[in-house]
């Protein structure tokens, strides 16, 4: 195998390597090295949600994708979560994808135990449902983003601090529901 040809298409974009694997047998088992399927960024996509069931389908992405942005996808709905179980995600933005509702994150989330990054800035749909498979699933989290999510409350809070030690940075910007006092008790417990 020419580490030329990995370099070269390494460099391309997910959607460009996808449509190389499909040109011969020999650049398609360069295209899966799983150092090039381990991110995938949507973000701003305006078809992401008609790209994400097919990219899952591919058994390189479903293997090693750890870090997905779909940060303002459009069209992404819980149903294209369910194609995400099983990747073994670390890092995932779903920032400002107001059509996803805690079934389809809590699904999802239950599924990525390996989660340490979770963006979720200004998902109103969601509640404390959420925080709670966090807090069930996810150990090793690190980073949780949670602004403009008005319906979560202390309770969820609580679930996640109770066993997200690793927790360094919480954003709850503009969390309606959130009692001062009651989150600094959290805090300090």
């Known amino acids: 195998m020419s580490s030329a040809l990995l370099l070269c298409l ?17 650049w398609r088992q360069v295209l899966q090295q799983p150092n090039l399927w381990r991110s995938l960024d949507l973000s701003d996509n305006q078809n992401a949600g008609q790209w994400l069931p097919a990219l899952m389908h591919c058994p390189a992405f479903r293997q090693h994708l ?6 303002y ?4 709905t819980d149903s ?3 194609h995400l179980q099983g990747a073994p995600l670390e890092h995932l933005n779903l920032n400002v994808c107001q059509d ?5 994150i809590s699904g999802l989330i239950l599924k990525a135990p390996l989660l340490c990054t979770i963006q979720l800035y200004w998902l109103p749909r969601i509640s404390d449902t959420v925080l709670y498979c966090i807090g069930a699933t996810c150990p090793a989290l690190t980073r949780l983003n949670l602004s403009g999510c008005i319906g979560i409350s202390d309770g969820g809070i609580k679930a996640i601090a109770k066993t997200c030690h690793h927790l ?3 954003d709850l910007t503009k969390c309606m529901k959130m009692q001062a006092s009651r989150l600094w008790q959290t805090a300090i417990d």
């Open 66 to 71: 750890k870090d997905l942005n779909l940060q």
């Open 80 to 82: 294209h979560l369910k």
């Open 168 to 170: 360094t940075d919480i």
């Open 100 to 104: 996803l509702t805690d079934d389809g």
């Open 10 to 26: 390494g460099s391309l974009g997910w959607s460009d390597r996808a449509r190389a694997a499909c040109v011969c047998k020999t």
């Open 73 to 76: 996808a459009v069209g992404v």
